[in-house]
């Protein structure tokens, strides 16, 4: 089975933070993805990244940046952590059409 | 752009009834539609996909769903549920530009809340 891993089920980090979201995949996936998730607005594509170093904006990629220097890893980064930016975030890796998902992180920004 | 809308956001029923959960989609273009459900705490876990072929298509438990091309619509149906399969349910499909990269646009989510 797939496996899609992010490092931290629950965060809570302070405006003005760095915060640092890690997900990684054990399938060899090229394409990894980062979602935000908020009730009613369903997932938003903050970024994509189709091969190493490779990153493509999301539709709401404004306030986040990302990393993916192995093929495995993909990171998203809060330059500096805003109270907007308390959400649900969704890690996932791809092949062909399916996308498999982690197990989310649940941001809180106080 | 491509959008994709469920018209419920929550949809009550009791256990053992029948259930449908609505989604259309905006793009004319050939697109690859899916459902997806999140149980509480938990990432999108695939229900089902259509890629090509039969319009109905089976998923896992016993959930099933309908491409309708001239109504762009790819309902949810489920002939009897359980108190387990209440959960948050996404309709999404593949952006058409996006290759076969598996980048995807969703639904705002529909709530299934079954009743004892």
């Known amino acids: 089975d797939v496996k899609v891993t992010q490092s931290s089920r629950y965060l809570v980090k302070r405006t003005g933070e760095k915060v640092f979201l890690e997900c990684v995949q054990d399938m060899d996936h090229e394409n990894m993805f980062w979602y935000r998730q908020d009730p009613g607005l369903g997932l938003r594509l903050i970024y994509f990244?189709?091969?190493?170093?490779?990153?493509e904006k999301g539709d709401i990629p404004e306030g986040y940046s990302v990393s993916r220097e192995k093929k495995e890893r993909f990171s998203l980064i809060l330059e500096s952590a805003s109270t907007n930016q308390t959400s649900m975030y969704l890690c996932?890796?791809?092949?062909?059409?399916?996308?498999?998902f982690g197990q989310g992180t649940r941001l809180t920004v106080v | 752009a491509q959008s994709v809308t469920q018209l419920d956001s929550q949809v009550p029923v009791f256990e053992e009834a029948p259930v449908e959960l609505r989604c259309n989609y905006s793009?004319?273009?050939?697109?690859?539609l899916f459902w997806y459900v999140q149980y509480p705490n938990q990432g999108l876990q695939l229900l089902l996909k259509?890629?090509?072929?039969?319009?109905l298509v089976k998923g896992i438990n016993g959930f099933e769903a309908e491409f309708n091309k001239s109504q762009t619509s790819f309902h949810l149906r489920k002939p009897s549920v359980h108190i387990s399969d209440t959960a948050e349910y996404f309709c999404?499909?593949?952006?058409?530009?996006?290759?076969?990269?598996?980048?995807?646009?969703f639904g705002q989510g529909t709530t299934l809340q079954v009743k004892p």
């Open positions: 259509y890629l090509s072929g039969s319009t």
């Open positions: 793009s004319s273009v050939s697109v690859y």
């Open positions: 999404a499909v593949s952006d058409p530009g996006s290759g076969n990269t598996g980048k995807l646009i």
């Open positions: 990244s189709y091969d190493v170093k490779m990153k």
């Open positions: 996932a890796s791809s092949f062909l059409y399916e996308a498999f």
